[in-house]
Structure formats: structure tokens, C-alpha cells
């Protein structure tokens, strides 16, 4: 059964600490997202990558960054957590043509206090 | 500016009958749209793709229509089952990425 696995289901973390969501995925999926699902929001998009060490802007990308060192993982990173970044974090994966969907992570509920 | 519209308010329908939801987009012109489930505290799960050229789509119990003139997306399950309760997402592709809608919750009372 192919995959995207989130690293944590539940995290918490202070305010000001540099945390790190990982996401990895098994498919050879060219494609690799993160969004933040916030109620009446949406999904909204902070990053994507096509590509190995390539990486662009979605929606919403202030106050974090990523990293897409190997095909298989695309990590995000909050540089120095704040609480209104409390919030579900999904990742998501596709082909290059996207025209098989996307298949999403179980999601990572991280908590800044 | 860009818009994707759900029905906030949750569809609570009888089993057996059918479910429509609704997906409405202004300031997009979208190759192809997605229609997504989501679970409590799962992520998101896709169900159907319909292209632009596509007026409609089938899988199963599901039906999705596409009409671009409207800028509409009509979802069906027929035959409901309380199985079917969830949140269900629209998603428009944007530039090669996906932006959804916020989803309409589903409740299909036995």
C-alpha cells in the first residue's frame, strides 16, 4: 500500500524553537506538498517542490521554510515557532501530472505554547 | 481575487437518498477539478478528477459534473450509507498545484 508518512501525529513545541516536520513518501512521487488545514480555512498552501532541491512559494510561506534534499522527503521547517502557527500540518504527494490526486500524510497537530 | 466556495453548513440527509454537494469558483480557469474525503483528524483522501472537456464523471456510487460556463462542480453519492458521513473538499488546479475549497461536512442519519 503506497504511502506519505508524517513523522509525528501530536506535537508540542515553546515559542521561539526551530522545529522540524518530516514527510516522507514512497510512490517516486516528482511532486511534494505542505499545507496547514485550520478550521473554517481550508487547506492553504506553504510550500511545494517538483523536484529534488527544488522548492517554491505556495499561499502562505512566511515563517517557514523547506528542504528537499532526497526525492522520498520534504521537511518543513519553523524557524522560531509562534502560536499562530498552531495548527494541523498535512504534507501530500503526486505524479508529475497530478492527474491521480494527490495522497496525503495522516497529518501532524502541532501545538506552540 | 481568486475564490473557491463550499457550503459551510453541513448536509444532514437520510440514508438511501442522494447527496449533492456544490463547488463554485470565481477568477480561475482550472484544466481539471478534485473531489476529496476527509475523516476526523485523517488527512485528506481523493475520490474523483474531472477535466475541463469533461462534462461529467462516474465511479461507482459517486457522479462529479464540471461545467465551466457556471464555474461549478456538482457532487453526487447516490444510495447514502452513514459510512459516507465525512468532510468532502473541491480542488481546483492552479498553476500545476492544487488549491482547495474548505470543505462542506456530510452527515447521513440511519
Known amino acids: 500500500d503506497v504511502k506519505v508518512t508524517q513523522s509525528s501525529r501530536y506535537l508540542v513545541k515553546r515559542t521561539g524553537e526551530k522545529v522540524f516536520l518530516e514527510c516522507v513518501q514512497d510512490?517516486?512521487?516528482?511532486?511534494m506538498f505542505w499545507y496547514r488545514q485550520d478550521p473554517g480555512l481550508g487547506l492553504r498552501l506553504i510550500y511545494f517542490s517538483y523536484d529534488v532541491k527544488m522548492k517554491e512559494k505556495g499561499d502562505i510561506p512566511e515563517g517557514y521554510s523547506v528542504s528537499r534534499e532526497k526525492k522520498e522527503r520534504f521537511s518543513l521547517i519553523l524557524e522560531s515557532a509562534s502560536t499562530n502557527q498552531t495548527s494541523m500540518y498535512l504534507c501530500a504527494s503526486s505524479q508529475y501530472s497530478g492527474d491521480d490526486g494527490y495522497t496525503f500524510g495522516s497529518g501532524t497537530r502541532l501545538t506552540v505554547v | 481575487s481568486q475564490k473557491i466556495e463550499q457550503n459551510s453548513e453541513a448536509l444532514n440527509i437520510q440514508e438511501g437518498k442522494t447527496a449533492t454537494l456544490t463547488c463554485n469558483y470565481t477568477?480561475?480557469?482550472?484544466?481539471?477539478l478534485q473531489w476529496y474525503r476527509q475523516d476526523p483528524g485523517r488527512g485528506p483522501v481523493f475520490l474523483l478528477l474531472i477535466r475541463e472537456n469533461e462534462k461529467e464523471k462516474r465511479k461507482e456510487r459517486l457522479k462529479v459534473t464540471f461545467d465551466t460556463t457556471l464555474k461549478q462542480s456538482l457532487f453526487h453519492i447516490t444510495a447514502s450509507q452513514p459510512a459516507d458521513s465525512a468532510t468532502y473538499l473541491c480542488?481546483?488546479?492552479?498553476?500545476?498545484?492544487?488549491?482547495f475549497g474548505s470543505g462542506t461536512r456530510l452527515l447521513v442519519r440511519p
Open positions: 510512490m517516486d512521487h516528482e511532486n
Open positions: 477568477n480561475y480557469s482550472p484544466a481539471y
Open positions: 480542488a481546483l488546479d492552479s498553476s500545476y498545484k492544487l488549491i
